[in-house]
């Protein structure tokens, strides 16, 4: 009995510490550089590339994003092995707070900014300039769950009427009147929404305000508005809640829709299914946002949009950055990273990774002398 | 064994000369039969397609209800009563394991997907769709967890030491209550509360591996004190006032006489408060942040852990989902495992030091 | 019934130190209050946070409040569905702790007794989001036809009003799972206690011809109450603030609060609604999450208010017996 006995309740943490100490190796992917590339199959050509960058970068923001970012940290980590990048997927509110507040070198955000955050995000980037890339555009699918019927044609009209629990019954005269050769069951719809607040909600509302502002008169805000339906936490507890269900409705990042039938929605006077190339037109055929500076390429969606072809119910998550960094090792890393991202290839494995719809060549033209002006400070 | 041909007496009011020495039981294999045939109409139901829930339940209650009249007629009340509660306890039990194995064959069911080498070497950095490993966060975990039971461990037992041994008055009063207030915190609050603290010192968007220490410290020290608190008061008086009576003094005593017997107790409350705070996801989300790669600083910079990645896999997977959502099931899996090994280490420890009052 | 030597410590020795404090004694006497006073730098550290970040909520506008109706009308029903899922949860845990707890300790046979233990141990380190997605997916679609029975048949109870929801995802199922969270950690108390109980009382009740339940009743039971108390208070905190469970199980889509607790439309309890919002919110909103916090905060300091005035009346009629 010599040793005391807060040295021997100490053993458990001690044994734990040490057990842990003794296996601190590093990950068997990690140990060796060199070998490093096999790993990221998002990388592309990086056998080539010699870079000289390193350092950390830091990011958080959107959840909407993370697995775009995940795809393009993996591409860019692989191109340069020195490099860390580090996404929280804390939240678009998070993103912009913490990127005004110079926490993070770069921000999402599924909302661009406005009003007093703007004018700090400015303050933060000074004398730099603030930057809003359009860098990820996922289309949001309105998802169904009804058995016999895979696909169905619905107006903005309908689908706020739906969602607003107007129409209660599939066999309804406004869906029937759409889908005259699909055969609609004498079932209740139970409409699915998210109940945490999100930009899907927000971006999916923002189109029913606007292309039907008659039967959908909620304020536009990421809270869902209408209460008494059935409501989930995330994409995936919607898409869950929907196949769980039976003659449930709901709308979800279009990639995670899965096996689930999706509505073509009425744009004009044809029914457009979401697919990349639709959902990339209509941001082309969308006005950018006034006041805005230079290097600010804030959009107001046109959600209203009769464009053949376009897809109107889409999610535009940006990119938040400044012009100039006071370190320029960080300047290098931001322009290099963001330089990536609007990239076709890095486009491409974002459209891999994570199902969004790459920018087309005329908007990464236009975007493109934002990521081109950062620079350190002098 | 009483003989049962003995009449049982009459339930009103006997007059002790009137109370015989022996009284009726039930046969030996009474219960196991009854039991047996409870089961068998249970799975009878069960063939005429009625819910298992249902079958279950019936054949639990016909059995009590048997068990109790057949008892009540031959032992009487006392022995009746003790066999239902016995009845009573065990279905409780077998009604409780049910969700809880549920729970458990689930996450095995899920979780066995990716127990491969790789899982466990390799991390995430560069990793896009299927392979990838959680090294990186099994590590972080460990430390993270580890520099917490540290932080937690001496602070509770000093506490729970102090209002036990030492407390008197209002100190005292305020120490026990506001541990109790304590253990309300809700867990993101914690995580808050720690980011705001070293926000303090490091400016804004500090993300370190300590930070999350001390915010799971601050849930899990309540936990440890309530339990050692607890375990202390049972020891017994005798042995402190046998010690003070040789003349030990009260540290020793306390350090030689109380802690040891109280110690299995002690070593069961911190490997449940790890065990509470090793899956916490929301207070590391904030103060730790999530990584792709190895950093097993825990004083720069973001680490990942086991729950922290295992949320964000399934929140954000990518296209196809599958190899995200088998990632979070495994990352489970593991720290179920990794509590189970903490729960055979705390076992051990108790089993050697502490004394054999028991046989 | 409870003799002298059961009476905790605290309540006896008051003069037991008359010899002058040796070094070590103040050392280690230092240090233990020193770990005391610890905790409540601590304890008023979060508090003083809270109230700091909740200030800007207290203080603004009606219109600025999420729900435009001020922070009392946000807060209140949040509150109410906390109060609702908790205290469901530990009526359907408590019982059944006390019950295993026992069977594990006196009624499993010993080689089964540790196994068992064990196990339920291990359920306490299942991540909370675990637990959600179990409840989600497997447990919420086992009460779809119950709760439609309920509904039916017992619909003029409050409780069971209905409509029932399809998918299961009720508060009823959300406090199943809290019930099956907090499970572990009661149990885990309550054995520890029972474990304790002196061997002496229990041969006593055996030598006076008990049977197991009076044993039980009167030598297991009163040993353990305080315990009882104690592990169901930390159930009962660890309920009220759970966080993802409730959220990923709940179908939270409901303005008012209502004693149903079969429907889809739920309100939120505190510590969902603050995961659930907190990511996307900014500005006054965050104030007015935290400033829901505090609240959670100040009913956990009610409720264990309420404990230990209870434990203390029990003591003071088992001393004055």
Redesign the interface.
Known sequence: ?KR???G??????A???L??GL??C?????SDDEN?NS?????GETAETTSELSG?L?G?GA??Q??AQ??W???F??ANPDV?V?Y???????G???FV????HFGGT?AYLAD??LQGAIDRCAPGELIELPAYISPIAVIFNLEGVDELNLSASTIAQIFDQKITNWNDEAIAADNPDVELPDQAI?PV?R?????TTENFVEYLAAAAPEDWTHEVS???P????????????VV??VT?????IGYADA??AGDLGTVKVKVGEEFVGYSPDAASKVVEVSTPAEGRTQYDFAYDLSRDTTESGAYPIVLLSYQMACTSYEDAETAELVKAYLNYMISPEGQQ?AA????SAPISDSLRAQIQPAVDAISAAE | MTSLTKTPTPQDLPAVSDVPLTHGSLPRRAAPLTLLGSVLAGLLLFVLDWSPAWCALLAAAGYTLTVYLWSRRVEGSRKATDRVVTAIVTSAFLLALLPLVSVLITVVGKGLARFDATFFTNSMRGVVGEGGGVHHAIMGTLIITGLAALISVPVGILTAIYLVEYGRGRLARYITFFVDVMTGIPSIVAGLFAYALFELFYGPGVRMGIMGAVALSVLMIPIVVRATEEMLKLVPNELREAAFALAVPKWLTILKVVLPTALAGIATGVTLAIARVIGETAPLLIAVGITTGDNFDPFDGRMATLSVFSYYEYVSPGVPPEPSLDRAWSAAFLLIIIVMALNLVARLVSRLFAPKTRA | MRKGQTVPPTSERTRTRGAPLSLGDRLFAGSATGAGVLILLVLAGVAAFLVAEAWPALTASEDEIPGGEGLVLYIWPLLLGTLLSATLALLMAAPLAVAIALFVTHYAPRRLAAPLGYIIDLLAAVPSIIYGLWGFSVLAPQTVSPSGWLAENLGWIPFFAGPASSTGRTMLTAAIVLAVMILPIITAVIREAFLQTPRLHEEASWALGATRWEMIRLSVLPFGRSSMIGGSMLGLGRALGETMAVAIVLSVSADAFSFNLISSSNVATIAANIALKFPESSGVAVNVLIASGLVLFVVTLLVNMGARAVINRRREFSGAN
Do not use: C, H, K, Y
């Not at chain 1, 769980?244 to 449930?248: C, D, F, R, S, V």
């Open positions: 009995m005391t006995i807060p021997r309740l100490l053993a458990l943490p044994a734990i510490v057990s842990f296996a601190a590093s990950s068997s992917n990690e490093n790993n990221g199959n998002g990388g950390t830091n958080a959840s909407s993370d697995a995940q795809a940290m993996a591409g980590v692989a860390t580090n929280d997927p804390v939240g678009s509110g998070g912009r707070e913490q507040a110079g926490a993070t599924d007093e955050e139970t929404n109940s945490d607040e999100s930009g990421g809270d869902w209408v209460a008494g339906g059935e409501a989930a936490q995330g994409t995936s507890g869950q809640a769980n269900g039976e003659g449930t990639s995670q494995a891999d990774a994570a199902g």
